[in-house]
């Protein structure tokens, strides 16, 4: 772990199981780095993944070190599933070193998140949108079976 920085494990672990389990109406996990910085913690979970999209899109999102992890339902008419997403969103205003200790610290929070179909790292809001997250998810399965047009 990067020197200073912990992640609260028991807190991320309970979390990323809720949004895994298929009874939970928990959809998506998001963690931030509190005030000092020195600890990843929850910051909130939920099921309408556009409360993230209003905080990245306002104006503290710009100066926010964030990792998210999402459940998306994709496939086709043939066959829906739970497929999930890892992002790491970097606001356009974050100090170029802080930018930089994300790729060691993000490693501690994959080693409590391991599975996920797609991950995604940005610090564009157009990248965070449901329907370009969704879409990505999609493509990255493969074949993408249905009855034909």
Not at 66 to 71: K, M
């Given at each position: 772990?990067?020197?200073?920085?912990?992640?609260?494990?028991?807190?991320?672990?309970?979390?990323?199981?809720?949004?895994r389990d298929d009874e939970s109406e928990t959809k998506f996990l998001m963690l931030t780095y509190?005030?000092?910085?020195?600890?990843?913690?929850?910051?909130?979970?939920?099921?309408?993944?556009?409360?993230?999209?209003t905080e990245l899109g306002g104006e503290a999102g710009e100066s926010l070190r964030?990792?998210?992890?999402?459940?998306v339902v994709t496939g086709d008419e043939m066959s829906k599933r739970h497929k999930f997403v890892?992002?790491?969103?970097?606001?356009?205003?974050?100090?170029?070193?802080?930018?930089?200790?994300?790729?060691?610290?993000k490693s501690q929070v994959k080693a409590l998140m391991k599975n996920y179909a797609v991950e995604i790292?940005?610090?564009?809001?157009?990248?965070?949108e449901l329907d370009n997250i969704?879409?990505?998810?999609?493509?990255?399965?493969?074949?993408?079976?249905g009855p034909g047009k």
């Open positions: 772990m990067p020197k200073g920085v912990s992640v609260d494990e028991e807190a991320v672990s309970a979390g990323y199981q809720d949004v509190q005030e000092d910085n020195t600890k990843i913690s929850v910051h909130k979970s939920g099921s309408d993944y556009s409360e993230v999209l964030a990792y998210i992890y999402l459940r890892l992002l790491t969103w970097c606001g356009p205003s974050v100090p170029p070193l802080r930018k930089a200790k994300m790729s060691l610290e790292q940005t610090s564009e809001l157009e990248d965070m969704i879409e990505r998810v999609r493509k990255s399965g493969g074949a993408n079976y």
